[in-house]
């Protein structure tokens, strides 16, 4: 591996991160994340204007990391077939010709791997040979150099708590059509879906066509939201489209959903209840690292913005605008199923963190509580300023689990947005950090890391003297401990 | 409750509050900054009975004080038995959990290290803190996600570690719970002088008078400080860490070693931190950024060799905080000679764990006008009187930008 050599015109400190980060493995004219129709067509585009180009999808995922949600909000509902790593990998070829085709243009291509990072230098950071981005498969991780990185992550579900939802059966739209359409993985038998919009109508059809049953929908608003011709297409294989109706709660058994029941006390049999109320752009990259975001309630809420270093393709720049608000829409539902939900309805699956201890602001249940505490709300911490979602996680754990938010990042804000009585976006977002997977500690991990890094490692900053014991400073001990300690360095 | 080897305090923590309670009554302070430092120092005036008003350009504990490793055991510094005294009691004196557990272990998995912790343990043993060394089959026992590649290392029967954001906003909470006032995005753009001292200070959400300083602004407090003609030495770094999806609960979470800090929270995370830093321009207004690098996957391969039990453990978080430095990395804790109601903090990196006894020390120089509990002459600011103005080039810490 290359280093850049830290200028000899002054005196470099040994520990500071200056030429200790290694140059790409590889490098690519394009570097194209995510293997859809939107992602191809750019990564074969680019081939045939003679460029490299490295192709990556995450799919399919590690059946465990599936288990985890991850990209997709599964809800557990998986056959043991997305188990046999192979037989996935084929599906994926099979159900996108176009990937063979891309190989055959010259397209590098690489599933089973995913982009967890993208690092650039730029404020606060300087010390990179060349902008990379991260990736990694099931047995490492490596770094990738590019001239234009595209981004065609896709959508991902939007996923609102209801009394019930925390138990396997719940699940998103997006998650079932890729079980159904693309791996034929998908357990249930009967389905509910919530919402009514072309997504919700899509995936009601989708269904139906694969076999499932499909119980019905159910819209919160008067009417069915989705275009006329889909509406008449679900109405004709004789779906029932439930309006001014909310699903109130889910109930089950061991193994998840038995049943969904609604608003207006009816209960109707499913296994499982699919959320279809919205997409959401898979922007994780693009936040983690710290690009432009802005909010468009037509494509689908926060879509990445203008950055002159990154390439948008298919979903995740934006819903296509149909002029439908998707953020009025989805707001609608968070007050409906908000106020269906109870003080220890789950919002955070992952911490087990209810909508009482979100909105108190309290902490997990492993802390005390004292009065003090107890007084403590959103209120009183919108008394303080203006509400950071980031800070209120930091407090309650919300958004602090495995899945990485990606499961209530989108409804604790919008929570925060109705509790507070202010519009959503107007409560900054909580972060998304690298890595945007889950990835284990020993893949993960640099086992080739260059010896400069090893030479220069220090537990903290390499000061000697921050480190001798007071009472020593100024006396002939402390050149001992200066000379002792500093020969620890690089452990 | 005392620690075995520490000198057995004169008095409680609560008959601290008790003789304390009114001596800054009726005194206007205004803390520049709410981070761990500033707030620790609002809440002993305000513990003092003084009308404490904290402002922060941004948000409670946002900086390093809210990102780092949670650590308090920097024995070498003279607030340490301070320290040690108050964090059992925080809990119930601040009235806010903090996550305080006690003592660590240090362990290796190389000869050096081994070798390095051994001078450790001398040096705390022969300063009165007791510290037991461990073999290897000792680690793995107390550490159940340890391997077989340790060889040992030492069992610091002090010292310990608390949740850094709990912490910061439990000193805040306190202080409004006091009567004080916690003003966030609130930048201080200037200071009205008047006979030698601060009497306003401005921002833009107003002018706030006052018979007291204290300016503990992180890496702004340079800045801060010019403007009433004084010169800070500051240098700010970023600093990285990542955190792990929960592991199992181990005995003891203050488990480091392997050229890394951190611990296991009580959620069971594992939230580890070293290595390389990288030195950066401080901005009037704060970091432009707090990006990490791919240095997370050093950080995640020293933490799979030092806790190999955990390798299959999903990383799912990294962050970075930027930290300010001294020239000689250790804290400026001073009164100004000019303005002479001005006290200076800064922790240079080792602040959080400190911060119970760095907050005991500004309300002394504020209210006494000198460190009643402990000798911090040596961390006065003069010590750097006659540095040269080229001095973090001369030390090779300047921003590779």
């Known amino acids: ?491 | 409750m005392t620690y075995v080897g520490m000198p057995t305090p004169r008095e409680t923590p609560q008959d601290t509050m008790a003789r304390i309670a009114d001596t800054a009554r009726g005194m206007k302070v205004v803390i520049v900054g709410a981070g761990v430092s500033g707030l620790s120092a609002g809440w002993w005036l305000a513990r003092s009975g003084a009308q404490v008003t904290v402002l922060d350009k941004g948000i409670v504990g946002w900086e390093a004080s809210g990102r780092n490793g949670g650590g308090a055991s920097h024995y070498q510094s003279p607030l340490f038995e301070e320290e040690q005294r108050m964090w059992p009691l925080m809990d119930e004196l601040l009235g806010y959990p903090t996550e305080h557990s006690k003592e660590r272990i240090v362990m290796a998995v190389t000869p050096k290290q081994l070798n390095q912790y051994h001078y450790l343990a001398k040096m705390n043993n022969d300063m009165g803190y007791r510290v037991d060394l461990l073999d290897g089959d000792q680690v793995r026992t107390m550490v159940p996600l340890a391997g077989d590649n340790c060889l040992g290392g030492m069992h610091y029967r002090f010292g310990g570690h608390a949740n850094p954001q709990r912490t910061v906003q439990a000193y805040a909470w306190a202080i409004q719970d006091l009567g004080g006032r916690i003003v966030q995005h609130s930048p201080v753009t200037g200071f009205h002088t008047l006979g030698g001292k601060v009497v306003g200070v401005d921002s833009p959400t107003g002018r706030y008078d006052c018979d007291a300083v204290v300016v503990a602004a992180g890496p702004q407090i340079t800045g801060l400080m010019a403007q009433l003609g004084v010169d800070v030495p500051l240098a700010a770094a970023r600093a990285e860490m990542i955190v792990t999806e929960p592991a199992p609960m181990m005995p003891l979470g203050g488990v480091d070693g392997n050229g890394l800090y951190g611990r296991q929270t009580l959620r069971g995370n594992l939230a580890y931190g070293g290595g390389p830093h990288e030195w950066i321009d401080t901005l009037p207004g704060g970091p432009p950024g707090r990006p990490t690098s791919p240095l997370t996957r050093n950080l995640a391969r020293r933490l799979a060799e030092l806790l190999p039990k955990a390798a299959h453990l999903n990383v799912i978080r990294s962050w970075a905080g930027v930290i300010e430095n001294s020239p000689d990395g250790r804290p400026i804790i001073d009164r100004m000679a000019d303005p002479e109601n001005v006290v200076v903090a800064s922790m240079s990196g080792v602040g959080f764990g400190l911060s119970p006894a760095s907050g005991h020390a500004v309300r002394d120089l504020v209210v006494e006008g000198r460190c009643t509990f402990t000798d911090i002459a040596k961390l006065s600011l003069s010590r750097f009187d006659g540095l040269a103005p080229n001095w973090r080039e001369q030390q090779g810490w300047l921003s590779a930008a």
């Open chain 1, 1 to 491: 591996m290359t280093q850049t050599a830290p200028s000899a015109s002054r005196k470099f400190d040994v520990h500071a991160l200056d030429g200790k980060l290694p140059a790409p493995e590889m490098r690519y004219d394009v570097v194209v994340v995510g293997g859809g129709p939107a992602g191809i067509a750019a990564a074969r585009a680019a081939v045939a204007a003679g460029k490299t180009v490295l192709l990556v999808d995450e799919n399919p995922v590690p059946g465990a990391a599936m288990g985890n949600d991850v990209p997709l909000f599964f809800g557990g509902r998986m056959t043991t077939a997305t188990l046999q790593a192979d037989r996935m990998v084929e599906t994926v070829f099979t159900t996108e010709p176009a990937l063979e085709a891309a190989m055959e243009d010259g397209v590098e291509v690489l599933l089973g791997t995913c982009a967890w990072g993208v690092y650039r230098n730029g404020p606060a950071f300087a010390t990179l040979p060349e902008n990379v981005v991260a990736l990694a498969d099931s047995a490492r991780a490596w770094l990738v150099g590019y001239g234009e990185l595209v981004l065609a992550t896709g959508a991902r579900d939007l996923a609102i708590g209801f009394p019930g939802w925390n138990q396997p059966g719940v699940m998103g739209a997006q998650a079932l059509t890729m079980l159904l359409s693309r791996y034929e993985a998908f357990s249930g038998r009967r389905v509910l879906i919530v919402g009514s919009h072309d997504l919700a109508l899509e995936t009601a059809l989708l269904a139906r066509d694969k076999g499932v049953a499909v119980a019905g929908l159910v819209e919160l608003r008067d009417a069915p939201q989705g275009s006329p011709d889909l509406v008449e297409a679900v109405r004709g294989a004789q779906i029932p489209i439930l309006t001014g109706e909310v699903v109130a709660r889910a109930e089950g058994g061991i193994d998840g959903v038995e049943r969904a029941v609604l608003r207006s006390g009816a209960v109707i049999e499913a296994d499982t209840i699919c959320l279809a109320i919205g997409l959401i752009p898979a922007i994780e990259l693009v936040d983690a690292m710290g690009a432009p975001r802005v909010l468009d309630a037509a494509r689908g809420g926060h879509v990445p913005g203008p950055d002159a270093g990154l390439r948008f393709a298919g979903l995740c720049a934006g819903l296509p605008d149909t002029g439908f608000d998707h953020v009025a829409y989805r707001m609608d539902w968070a007050r409906e199923l908000g106020a269906v939900s109870a003080g220890d309805t789950i919002v955070c699956q992952c911490e087990e963190v209810t909508r009482a201890d979100l909105i108190g602001v309290q902490p997990p249940n492993y802390l005390p509580r004292p009065d003090a505490l107890q007084a403590r709300s959103l209120c009183s911490l919108l008394a303080d300023g203006p509400a950071n979602q980031d800070q209120i996680k930091r407090l309650t754990r919300a958004g602090m689990g495995q899945c990485q938010g990606r499961r209530c990042r989108d409804q604790v804000a919008m929570i925060l947005a109705l509790e507070a009585g202010k519009p959503f976006g107007s409560i900054p977002l909580a972060s998304h950090r690298v890595p945007v997977r889950p990835i284990p500690l020993r893949i993960l991990a640099d086992w080739e890391e260059d010896e400069a890094m090893r030479a220069g490692w220090d537990v903290w900053f390499g000061i000697p003297t921050q480190w001798t014991p007071y009472r020593d400073i100024g006396t002939e001990r402390e050149r001992e401990h200066q000379i002792a300690i500093a020969e620890g360095w690089s452990l």
